[in-house]
C-alpha cells in the first residue's frame, strides 16, 4: 500500500546546519504503519520523516526515495519530508476503536532523531501521545538529539513498555568520516547509550550496518563492544551490510571512490542482496564471543517479548538486563 502524502510547502533555511537541505513539508493521513510479514519483532512503525541527511552511504531506506519520483542518491540526503501534522494524525489513531495497543517502532525507516528534528519537532508530541495512551514503543536511532526527550522517555516508561537503542557500526574515525557523514560522532551516541540506560530507559546498541574489509577488523568491533558495555547497553546486536536494489546502485559508486581495492570482493559477496548466511552467522558467533569475554550474560527482550510478559505477569519484578 502506498503512503498518501499530501505536499502543503517547501523550505530551504540558510543557516549553517540546514544549508543544501530542502524540507518538503506534507500532511499524512495515518502515521502508525503495518509492518509486511512476520520476520522483524514489530508489527507498526511511525516514521515522521522520510530522507535523512545522516547521509549514510548503505542505508537501507535510500530506495524509499523512487516511491516519491525522487533519487535514493543526493535527493534522499537532502530533499527531507516531513510529515507536519504527524502528532495529531497519531493521536486519532490511538483514539481508535480499531487500535488494540501494540507496540510501535520508530526509526525503522530513517532516523527519527536527524537534523531535522531539531528544527520541527515532532518526537516530543509523538512521544507524549504514547505516552498518554500508555502505549509501548522502543526507538532507534544515531541521533543524540534523543537525550532532549529523556523526560517523557522516562515518564513514558512508567505506564508502559520503552527501549532505544542506538545505532553504533564503528568508532573508527575514518570509517565512520567516510560511510556516515552527517551522523552524530560514534563516542558521543556511546555517551547517549549510557546517559539513557543512567536515567532508567533501557538502551542497547546496533553495531550496524558491519562493512566487511571496513569495519570488520576483530580489533574495531571489539572496541564497539567493550565501549558499549562499559555504557552499560542492555544488548549488541551486530548486522552484517547488505545491499538491496536501489541501495546497490549508491553504495557500490561510493565503495569504488573510497575503497577500490574491495571492489571484487563485495561483487563476489554480494551477488545477491545478503551475504552468504555463513558470513553473518560467523560475525554473530564473533561478536558474542566478545560480549561473553566481557561478562555479557543475555540478551533484552524484544518489545514484543516485554508485552507478553507484561499481559501473563502483571505484578512480576523488574529484572536487570545484561549483555549476550
Same mark, same amino acid.
Given at each position: 500500500?502506498?503512503? /498518501?502524502? #499530501?505536499?502543503?510547502?517547501?523550505?530551504?533555511?540558510?543557516?549553517?546546519?540546514?544549508?543544501?537541505?530542502?524540507?518538503?513539508?506534507?500532511?499524512?493521513? =495515518?502515521?502508525?504503519?503495518?509492518?509486511? @510479514?512476520?520476520?522483524?519483532? #514489530?508489527?507498526? %512503525?511511525?516514521?515522521?520523516?522520510?530522507?535523512? +541527511? $545522516?547521509?549514510?552511504?548503505?542505508?537501507?531506506?535510500?530506495?524509499?526515495?523512487?516511491?516519491?519520483?525522487?533519487?535514493?542518491?543526493?535527493?534522499?540526503?537532502?530533499? !527531507?519530508?516531513?510529515?507536519?501534522?504527524?502528532?495529531?494524525?497519531?493521536?486519532?489513531?490511538?483514539?481508535?476503536?480499531?487500535?488494540? @495497543?501494540? &507496540? !510501535?517502532?520508530?526509526?525503522?525507516?530513517?532516523?527519527?532523531?536527524?537534523?531535522? *528534528?531539531?528544527?520541527?519537532?515532532?518526537?516530543?508530541?509523538?512521544?507524549?501521545?504514547?505516552?498518554? $495512551?500508555?502505549?509501548?514503543?522502543?526507538?532507534?536511532?544515531? &541521533?543524540?538529539?534523543?537525550?532532549?526527550?529523556?523526560?517523557?522517555?522516562?515518564? &513514558?516508561?512508567?505506564?508502559?513498555?520503552?527501549?532505544?537503542?542506538?545505532?553504533?557500526?564503528?568508532?573508527? *574515525?575514518?570509517?565512520?568520516?567516510?560511510?556516515?557523514?552527517? %551522523?552524530?560522532?560514534?563516542?558521543?551516541?556511546?555517551?547517549?547509550?549510557?546517559?539513557?540506560?543512567?536515567?532508567?530507559?533501557?538502551?542497547?546498541?546496533?553495531?550496524?550496518?558491519?562493512?566487511?574489509?571496513?569495519?570488520?577488523?576483530?580489533? /574495531?568491533?571489539?572496541?564497539?563492544?567493550?565501549?558499549?558495555?562499559?555504557?552499560?547497553? =542492555?544488548?549488541?546486536?551486530? !548486522?552484517?551490510?547488505?545491499?538491496?536494489?536501489?541501495?546497490? *546502485?549508491?553504495?557500490?559508486?561510493?565503495?569504488?571512490?573510497?575503497?577500490?581495492?574491495?571492489?571484487?570482493?563485495?561483487? *563476489?559477496?554480494?551477488?545477491?542482496?545478503?551475504?552468504?548466511?555463513?558470513?553473518?552467522?560467523?560475525?554473530?558467533?564473533?561478536?558474542?564471543?566478545?560480549?561473553?569475554?566481557? &561478562?555479557?550474560?543475555?540478551?533484552?527482550?524484544?518489545?514484543?517479548?516485554?508485552?507478553?510478559?507484561?499481559?501473563?505477569?502483571?505484578? +512480576?519484578?523488574? /529484572?536487570?538486563?545484561?549483555?549476550?
Amino acid at each position: 500500500m502506498t503512503e /498518501q502524502l #499530501f505536499e502543503i510547502a517547501r523550505r530551504t533555511l540558510d543557516t549553517p546546519e540546514f544549508r543544501g537541505i530542502e524540507f518538503i513539508e506534507v500532511e499524512c493521513k =495515518t502515521i502508525v504503519n503495518p509492518v509486511k @510479514g512476520d520476520f522483524l519483532p #514489530f508489527r507498526w %512503525t511511525i516514521n515522521p520523516y522520510r530522507g535523512c +541527511s $545522516h547521509a549514510c552511504s548503505y542505508c537501507f531506506a535510500r530506495v524509499t526515495h523512487t516511491y516519491l519520483d525522487m533519487d535514493a542518491g543526493r535527493d534522499f540526503e537532502s530533499k !527531507i519530508v516531513v510529515k507536519v501534522n504527524a502528532p495529531e494524525v497519531l493521536r486519532r489513531q490511538l483514539a481508535s476503536r480499531r487500535w488494540k @495497543g501494540e &507496540g !510501535i517502532a520508530m526509526g525503522t525507516g530513517t532516523d527519527p532523531y536527524q537534523r531535522a *528534528e531539531g528544527r520541527y519537532r515532532l518526537m516530543r508530541p509523538i512521544i507524549q501521545a504514547l505516552t498518554d $495512551h500508555r502505549n509501548a514503543f522502543s526507538i532507534l536511532t544515531k &541521533g543524540t538529539l534523543i537525550l532532549r526527550d529523556v523526560d517523557l522517555l522516562v515518564e &513514558g516508561s512508567k505506564l508502559a513498555p520503552v527501549s532505544t537503542a542506538l545505532s553504533i557500526g564503528t568508532l573508527d *574515525e575514518d570509517v565512520w568520516r567516510r560511510s556516515e557523514p552527517g %551522523t552524530p560522532h560514534p563516542r558521543k551516541r556511546m555517551e547517549a547509550v549510557a546517559a539513557l540506560n543512567t536515567a532508567g530507559i533501557p538502551c542497547g546498541v546496533l553495531m550496524a550496518p558491519i562493512l566487511p574489509g571496513i569495519s570488520d577488523d576483530p580489533r /574495531q568491533m571489539r572496541e564497539v563492544v567493550r565501549a558499549a558495555i562499559d555504557a552499560g547497553a =542492555t544488548h549488541v546486536s551486530p !548486522i552484517l551490510l547488505h545491499l538491496r536494489p536501489g541501495v546497490r *546502485e549508491e553504495f557500490m559508486p561510493w565503495l569504488q571512490d573510497h575503497y577500490p581495492e574491495l571492489v571484487p570482493r563485495y561483487e *563476489e559477496l554480494y551477488r545477491r542482496p545478503y551475504a552468504p548466511a555463513a558470513v553473518g552467522s560467523a560475525l554473530g558467533r564473533t561478536v558474542g564471543g566478545m560480549v561473553r569475554s566481557f &561478562g555479557g550474560r543475555r540478551a533484552a527482550p524484544s518489545m514484543r517479548d516485554r508485552q507478553r510478559a507484561d499481559r501473563t505477569s502483571p505484578s +512480576s519484578e523488574p /529484572q536487570q538486563l545484561t549483555l549476550t
